[in-house]
């Protein structure tokens, strides 16, 4: 049995802190109080401005927690914190990891996501479809990030006026969408209602 080493730890530990704050971002807004006085805004600001110093021995987690971050902001409307976390996560992955590693391609699909959220839909294609490229390659462990990067891309060409191929991308999101978590699932729902603006 290989041992698990500190990373792994560490990587547990930023994956449970992501898991908790979209939790907690996905039912308040960023002037909602959250704490006894502490609003979503400010938790994010007070971990934003900790961040370079508490990781900075640590890239790999470096880029998890800005990611989380990144995430954050996105959720609360706040894009214009959101995407320079986001940008700097991605470069400091591409440099620790390897380029197909699917680390990046969460990377770079939350990159293109806020840009497309920008209104840069022709600057968040390219993004999104390297992070499709990686996530396809990365096997089946990896189907929800596909359908997720899918499901952005098919909306990005949406916005492009790109109709006949946007279909085919939402359509293959769908798919795995459905496969993986049923038909009831809201990523399902959210998916088949990008699909069917289409028709």
Do not use: C
Not at 28 to 45: E, N, P
Not at 92 to 102: F, T, V
Not at 137 to 143: K, N, T, V, Y
Request: charged share 30%; aromatic share 4%; net charge negative.
């Amino acid at each position: 049995v290989r041992s698990r080493g500190l990373g792994d730890v560490y990587k547990r530990q930023a994956l449970e802190v992501r898991g908790f704050l979209m939790e907690m971002f996905g039912a308040t807004g960023a002037d909602r109080v959250v704490g006894d006085s502490v609003t979503a805004r400010r938790l994010l600001d007070l971990q934003a401005a900790s961040i370079e110093e508490g990781y900075r021995d640590r890239p790999e987690l470096r880029a998890e927690m800005m990611g989380v971050l990144a995430d954050g902001y996105d959720r609360l409307g706040l894009l214009d914190r959101a995407e320079p976390l986001a940008r700097e996560a991605l470069a400091l992955r591409r440099e620790s990891l390897d380029s197909r590693h699917p680390d990046v391609g969460a990377s770079l699909g939350l990159l293109g996501w806020i840009r497309y959220e920008r209104g840069a839909a022709a600057a968040a294609e390219p993004l999104l479809r390297e992070a499709v490229d990686i996530h396809r390659s990365a096997g089946g462990r990896h189907a929800l990030d596909l359908s997720r990067s899918l499901n952005d891309l098919g909306l990005v060409l949406t916005e492009l006026g790109r109709l006949d191929e946007a279909e085919p991308i939402l359509d293959e999101a769908l798919t795995i969408r459905r496969s993986s978590l049923g038909d009831t699932h809201r990523s399902v729902g959210v998916t088949a209602g990008n699909l069917a603006v289409l028709n």
